[in-house]
């Protein structure tokens, strides 16, 4: 079998091979070579580290083994691509999703893990479980400002492609959040509101 190519980005290849979802790092032409593999080795390191910590808390799919730098070998987590499938969903399942959406994240940032990239085509539902992949944006940090910036990525890419229901999906995503720690969260959605602020202001 040969291997499929599921995504072709600027940082790295992902493809299926035998059953397993493999996270390839790219070289950069660019970079001097000694250089460009410290930095690719530093990178996946981190982004191991992230999904074994998030994989302990919340549906994601947790890294195997790998004797390469570069790689990263993965479970294949068969379902919905939300950016795909939400909008198709009748609404009291799409406000339902998007709580547990909600709860998943919450529980990660709750433990200072920042997702970098949280929209819709980075989340699956499976056999009504939420899986959140692709953390290579991801962070520790778990600063306010990046856990705002992490919601407000989630309520743009709800706004663009599922606009229809984005206010009310927004809404189930927050309960969802709240629930885990509401006076956290308050400090979080008070940071969004800031972020928001400015960005009005660069428009």
């Known amino acids: 079998m040969t291997k499929k190519i599921l995504n ?7 493809y299926l091979d035998k059953g397993k979802v493999i996270k390839e790092r790219i070289s950069k032409g660019y970079r001097i070579s000694e250089l460009d593999k410290k930095i690719i080795k530093r990178r996946t390191k981190a982004e191991t580290k992230i999904l074994k910590k998030a994989s302990e808390i919340i549906h994601t799919p947790k890294p195997e083994d790998s004797k390469e730098e570069n790689i990263i070998l993965m479970p294949l987590i068969k379902g919905d691509k939300l950016s795909e499938k939400l909008n198709f969903y009748s ?7 998007m709580k547990k959406i909600g709860n998943s994240i919450g529980k990660i940032h709750n433990e200072g893990i920042i997702h970098g990239d949280l929209t819709t085509s980075n989340i699956i539902l499976k056999d009504d479980q939420i899986y959140i992949i692709d953390f290579g944006l991801g ?5 306010y400002e990046e856990k705002g910036v992490d919601i407000h990525l989630l ?11 984005s206010r009310k999906l927004f809404d189930a995503f927050k309960t969802g959040y709240e629930s885990i720690n509401k006076s956290e969260a308050k400090k979080v959605f008070e940071r969004l509101q800031a972020i928001e602020k400015r960005g009005r202001y660069r428009d």
């Open 91 to 97: 609404e009291k399942k799409q406000v339902e999703v």
């Open 8 to 14: 072709r980005g600027a940082e790295a290849i992902i």
């Open 139 to 143: 962070s520790l940090n778990g600063k």
């Open 155 to 165: 309520k743009e890419a709800l706004e663009s492609k599922h606009f229809q229901n």
